[in-house]
């Protein structure tokens, strides 16, 4: 009792236990069925992919941190999942360089430029996505079947395709957006665990299918097809880059199925996922300054 | 039945009431030298009308009221006043306390005590709280009957006494309700008729069934009303919502809506204090946290230092790390064990050396769950970033003076920022510069 050494710091003095590492984490295993999927369809493909893209970036990453004499923070799982991420976006046959190219230029142009962890307002791996399609158009849209490598059309390009195989994920596309069925389980998980607020997804949903309905095209090949499951569930749902409010995310979400079905529908590209969501991270900033909530007590009169 | 409105935000802790909230009241005896503060409610330092040297007894006023919102303060004991001098306070500063060696013999000054208090009159009731120090005991220390003293003109729709008790850990109002339950419907009787209330209401989260039914069972006419447990369910502006689903306006009193919100452990110091001319020199403790060997609820006289308390409740099994005097949510670190117990120490909590680790902090992935849990609607990481960029006009635009210090954002956050640090230190900024009223 005598040399009682106290801590004094100011309350709270109790803390949640979730951490931003548990919450990379959690999307990790959330992408679990996904890689499975991916590994099944596209055999060392997805892994080799899967796996450069994942080491480029946490390498990257770590450069970075050392630079900048940062406490390197690899361990966060921030940079794993950017990588990840990458790598299940893009076709099979990308050859192996491009993938480290487009993941160390995810992290790089993505993220570090703009101070690291939490100050991006592009989401990364969509950063590589887009610089890679831009550079290597030809390579990113060479598509190949599942289980035989041999050369396919994907669904989007084709404009139609048997649902079935949009849900399971027996067709052309990148290695981890074909399967509709592993993606919905992972988005189940982490909703389930709370790491995803439902507003965005299905805001997206929403405005794909009611401008389906009204475009008179098919609504679940929309839904369905090409990425836009995937960032759905898993770019548009990043907290970095969407809003902090609750009527923002609402926005965000019916804005970026808006976009995409313009870019699908009107546009010179087959999909437009990667392009609606990047816009929208544009104007996140200003959609969380429009949706500020009432501040309670304010404007609010007193009733005597 | 009533239909209880939902408060925006707010979170959940793990509840850890149940090592304290079947333990009954345990009376502790005062020690052998009791430190009184002169400052144990907002506002200024009472100003002693006793000297050292002076014989007092239990009960006796030891300094009167200072200011408006003063109180004054009695003798927990009977005995003889050693010093008065500055000593160690819980809210980190040194303030005058009157030091008294206890002569073991509780003698009583004498008590005007009353039957039928009800039957006085409002201004008698008045001036009877305000004589007894009666103070928030729920945490604020404002004066009671100031509190109940609306300006003219004005009426009241509700008196609340609240007995949510949301902070996680402690269980002193819960065992109050249990167990005086005819003492708190009559103070809050008596300070409905004090300040004129067309209605009473107490409101008490649903994790405690035994106090609702042992409410109940005195309650009358009084309606006993059973909020959602969720911190922070009884935050006064929170419960106001709840109850009467109206919003206090922001920088305004809670009467400007037509209610007052008392505790329940003040209720209780009120009818004391009316009924049998009690003087407020004691009040319930929940000793708790995982280094106490015996957790309990004490009835502690004020001035009771606090390793006195610890050591009724068996002592420490293994070395705290931190202690914490009231809330885990809302409290305050001590420096030492020297400081007393004052009218508004609901809790004494201790955290083992882990448990009192503050974990680093990493950058802000804008996730959001502070915005979510944030009663009064603000975005807590925008005022924390501004508050740390010393932006202090745009903390004040984005409603910096709103917040509550309820330590919800600061709670949920998984980068663990310390929201709340930079919002205080932001709030106190613009309150310094605009000279606006705190
Ligand atoms: S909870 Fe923490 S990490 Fe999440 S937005 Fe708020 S401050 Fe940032
Ligand atoms: S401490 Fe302030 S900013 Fe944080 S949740 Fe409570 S009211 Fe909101």
Redesign the pocket.
């Known amino acids: 009792m005598d040399d009682l050494k106290l801590i004094v710091s100011p309350s709270p003095h109790i803390r949640d236990k979730d951490t931003t590492e548990k919450m990379m984490f959690a999307v990790l295993t959330a992408l679990l069925p996904v890689l499975a999927a991916s590994i099944y369809f596209f055999r060392w493909d997805a892994v080799r992919l899967v796996l450069l893209s994942a080491g480029a970036a946490i390498a990257t990453e770590a450069i970075f941190q050392r630079l900048r004499k940062q406490p390197i923070r690899v361990a966060d799982g921030s940079a794993l999942v950017t990588g990840v991420l990458l790598g299940l976006i893009v076709p099979p046959s990308l050859p192996s360089w491009m993938v480290i190219l487009g993941a160390v230029f995810a992290i790089a142009i993505g993220k570090q430029v703009f101070g690291g962890l939490g100050q991006n307002p592009f989401n990364p791996a969509l950063v590589g996505r887009a610089i890679l399609s831009v550079s290597f158009a030809a390579a990113m849209t060479k598509w190949t079947a599942p289980f035989d490598a041999v050369t396919a059309a994907t669904p989007l390009f084709r404009g139609t395709a048997h649902i079935p195989d949009l849900f399971f994920g027996t067709v052309a596309g990148s290695l981890g957006e074909t399967s509709a069925l592993a993606i919905l389980l992972g988005g189940i998980y982490l909703f389930y665990k709370g790491y995803l607020d439902y507003r965005i997804p299905v805001g997206i949903f929403a405005s794909v299918a009611v401008i389906a309905l009204l475009a008179g095209v098919s609504v679940p090949f929309h839904l369905l097809a090409g990425s836009l499951l995937f960032g759905a569930i898993f770019m548009a749902t990043d ?1 970095v880059t969407t809003p ?1 409010t609750k009527s923002g995310r609402w926005i965000f979400g019916i804005g970026v199925g808006l976009i995409v079905m313009l870019i699908r529908i009107w546009g010179s590209y087959p999909e437009g996922v990667t392009f609606a969501i990047l816009l929208m991270n544009a104007v996140t900033p200003l959609i969380n300054r429009w949706t500020r909530p009432r501040i309670y007590g304010q404007g609010v009169k007193s009733s005597e | 039945m009533r239909k209880v409105r939902s408060f925006f935000g707010g979170i959940y802790p793990e509840d850890v009431k149940q090592t304290t909230a079947g333990t009954p009241i345990q009376a502790l005896s005062a020690p052998e030298t009791v430190v009184v503060p002169l400052l144990q409610h907002v506002g200024l330092e009472a100003k002693p009308v006793v000297a050292k040297g002076d014989e007092v007894l239990k009960g006796q006023l030891l300094a009167e009221a200072e200011g408006a919102t003063g109180a004054p303060v009695h003798s927990p004991v009977s005995g003889k006043v050693l010093a008065i001098e500055p000593r160690p306070h819980q809210s980190g500063h040194s303030v005058t306390a009157i030091v008294i060696e206890n002569d073991g013999q509780d003698n009583w000054v004498e008590r005007t005590t009353h039957p039928d208090p009800v039957q006085l009159d409002a201004e008698e009731i008045l001036k009877r709280i305000s004589q007894a120090g009666v103070v928030g005991m729920g945490g604020a220390g404002f004066p009671t009957a100031a509190k109940l003293t609306l300006p003219k003109g004005i009426t009241l729709d509700y008196l609340i006494i609240n007995g949510c008790e949301c902070e996680p850990h402690y269980t002193t109002d819960h065992r109050l309700m249990v167990e005086y339950p005819e003492d708190i419907v009559l103070g809050a009787k008596l300070m409905a008729k004090a300040s004129g209330a067309r209605q009473i209401v107490i409101a008490i989260e649903d994790n405690k069934p035994d106090a609702i039914a042992s409410l109940k069972e005195h309650a009358g006419s009084i309606e006993i009303v059973a909020v959602p447990t969720r911190y922070p369910a009884g935050g006064e502006k929170q419960l106001i919502q709840q109850i009467t689903g109206r919003e206090v306006p922001s920088g305004g009193l809670p009467y400007q809506v037509g209610a007052v919100v008392q505790n329940v452990a003040t209720a209780r110091a009120a009818a004391l204090a009316v009924r049998d001319g009690e003087p407020l020199i004691s009040r319930v403790v929940t000793v708790t946290g995982t280094p106490i060997a015996e957790p309990g609820n004490f009835l502690v006289p004020i001035g009771t230092p606090l390793a006195h308390v610890f050591e009724a409740a068996g002592g420490f099994s293994q070395k705290p790390g931190k202690v914490v005097v009231s809330g885990a949510m809302m409290g305050q670190a001590q420096f030492g064990l020297d400081v007393p117990v004052t009218k508004t120490t609901s809790c004494l909590l201790a955290l083992t050396e882990e448990e009192a680790v503050t974990p680093d902090s990493t950058p ?8 979510d849990v944030c009663p009064a609607r603000l975005l ?2 925008k005022l ?1 970033m501004f508050g740390m960029n010393e932006r202090f006009e745009e903390a004040h635009a984005y409603g910096a003076l709103d917040c509550i210090e309820c330590g919800a ?1 600061n709670y ?4 663990k ?1 310390p ?1 709340l640090q930079y919002i205080r230190f932001a709030k106190m900024e613009i309150i310094a510069r605009d000279q606006l009223p705190s």
């Not at chain 2, 802000?364 to 915005?371: L, N, Q, Y």
């Not at chain 2, 949920?412 to 980068?415: G, L, Q, R, S, V």
């Open positions: 907290p902090i | 802000c992935i804008k996730c959001a769950r502070c915005v807590p990481l924390e954002c949920i956050c998984p980068a920022r929201l």
